[in-house]
């Protein structure tokens, strides 16, 4: 397979740049102080048709490509963290309509959700279900042509301005997905703050207590909420999370460039020294590498692969947890600088160890990838027996 990028893709990545450089780098430490979206970035990205990028024309979207998308989240991550987070969650909530929603809410919602005009959160995640989806204890249950639902959402991302949720609950003992306005009575939104990082994603807890929805509401049928509705958008998540780490380790690598010409000690400029140059060589290394995974990502994707899923584990986990790397040798590099809010690589910091939890932490991907190898290995055993027997 043949990974480089074609003459559409390199414009789009052009002008993802010149967006960022321009609208986001800018508001992205206001962004992290306020603990928001600054409304302005919010609105020129909707301008843009960057909240529609994964949605087909028909509907309003820039039915974008999977390699394309991948670089407008990478663009996107350099410039800042909390906004690149809208992207993934409105984007989820967007496929899942896209996929598994009836004729009538498809039109209804998905030109909305393409402009902006109608922001979306993913509310799977609970006070006591993380990583364990199977475990939640929202409930829905029918009640003549309307389900109701209730239980209590966590660290959901976008909330706060959310204006549509993707809520998934259990219903007659079966995981099922519904679609849930911010307006109903019975639904009433938390802010969170205090975030470690990505402090402008506005996370906030949703309770639902007797919230009380239209029977079609329902997305797809019970039973399928968590195998066909949750994991692939959680998919879709993880490789643009991915795809979001290699962003800010680029940022953290040009940050560190800069510093390392530019500052000074004894009489040589930090750049000519060796241990320096080591840890630029490995950033630069690193993110080069992680790019790649990210590409063959989105060329699998594009083709419909089923590799495509492992290999968006694997994108993840190397992405995040290189980032945490990449971006402690930054604040190294930039000494007692690198740990004050007036240098970049500070956030930059705080913000990579969220990437390492959200989408599944790093502990789970490597249960999942080490479990994925040892199956391979089996079935190579076994096709080579079959081999030598035949």
């Given at each position: ?11 789009w ?8 450089d ?23 990205m ?9 949605l087909p ?28 987070s809208?992207?993934?969650?409105h ?8 996929r598994?929603g ?9 030109p ?6 109608t ?9 006591n ?29 976008i ?13 007659e003992?079966q ?34 207590s007797?919230?009380r ?11 399928m909420g ?12 993880r ?32 750049q ?43 994108a ?7 980032l945490?790397k990449?971006t ?34 790093s ?14 290995s089996r079935r ?6 079959q081999?030598a027997?035949?």
């Amino acid at each position: 397979m043949k990974i480089e990028l074609t003459e559409v893709q390199e414009n789009w990545q052009n002008e993802f740049s010149a967006f960022v450089d321009n609208e986001m780098v800018p508001l992205a430490d206001l962004n992290d102080r306020e603990e928001r979206i600054h409304p302005d970035m919010l609105r020129k990205m909707a301008e843009a048709g960057y909240l529609g990028s994964m949605l087909p024309k028909k509907y309003g979207g820039m039915e974008l490509d999977n390699v394309t998308l991948g670089i407008l989240n990478e663009e996107a991550g350099r410039g800042c963290s909390s906004a690149r987070s809208l992207l993934t969650v409105h984007g989820m909530v967007s496929l899942a309509i896209l996929r598994w929603g009836t004729e009538q809410q498809k039109s209804e919602w998905l030109p909305k959700l393409a402009t902006g005009s109608t922001l979306a959160a993913f509310g799977l995640t609970e006070p006591n279900a993380g990583s364990d989806a199977k475990s939640i204890a929202t409930t829905a249950e029918l009640d003549g042509n309307e389900y109701v639902l209730n239980g209590r959402k966590k660290w959901i991302t976008i909330a706060q301005i959310a204006d549509l949720f993707l809520i998934f609950a259990k219903c007659e003992g079966q995981p099922a997905a519904f679609l849930v306005e911010r307006e109903r009575l019975g639904v009433t939104v938390l802010p969170m703050s205090g975030l470690l990082g990505a402090r402008g994603s506005m996370i906030a807890e949703v309770v639902l207590s007797d919230c009380r929805i239209p029977q079609e509401n329902l997305l797809g049928k019970l039973g399928m909420g968590l195998t066909h509705i949750a994991l692939p958008c959680l998919d879709y998540g993880r490789y643009t999370i991915a795809c979001g780490c290699v962003g800010l380790a680029q940022a953290c690598l040009e940050a560190s460039l800069e510093y390392g010409s530019t500052r000074v000690q004894f009489g040589r400029p930090l750049q000519d020294n060796q241990l320096i140059q080591k840890m630029i060589a490995e950033m630069a290394v690193q993110v080069k590498a992680a790019r790649m995974l990210c590409y063959k990502v989105g060329y699998l994707r594009d083709s419909g692969d089923p590799d495509s899923i492992m290999e968006t584990w694997t994108a993840k986990y190397f992405a995040s947890t290189m980032l945490t790397k990449i971006t402690n040798d930054a604040v190294q590099i930039h000494g007692a600088n690198g740990c004050h809010s007036g240098y970049p690589v500070e956030r930059y910091f705080r913000d990579a160890k969220i990437n390492e939890i959200i989408e599944g932490t790093s502990q789970m991907h490597e249960m999942l990838i080490a479990e994925q190898q040892f199956v391979t290995s089996r079935r190579a055993g076994r096709t080579m027996a079959q081999t030598a027997n035949s």
